[in-house]
């Protein structure tokens, strides 16, 4: 699964620390989501959706699947 998550977090210059922080998760866990390391949970993937201001379909394609910004 491919995400936008580092991009969204560049755009609003917060480090991984920053976001874990804002979600209530490790920065070892927005790394490992950014890298395409680990899938989010449901919950989380809606608190990073709610953060963003975006739909769960913004934020997380499918391999394969192009980008639908």
Do not use: C, H
């Amino acid at each position: 699964m491919r995400n936008t998550l580092r991009v969204l977090r560049a755009e609003n210059n917060w480090s991984q620390a920053d976001l874990a922080t804002r979600l209530g998760v490790s920065r070892q866990t927005v790394n490992a989501v950014e890298t395409g390391k680990y899938d989010p949970s449901l919950p989380l993937a809606f608190g990073i959706a709610k953060l963003f201001s975006r739909r769960i379909e913004e934020i997380f394609l499918p391999d394969g699947q192009a980008d639908a910004r």
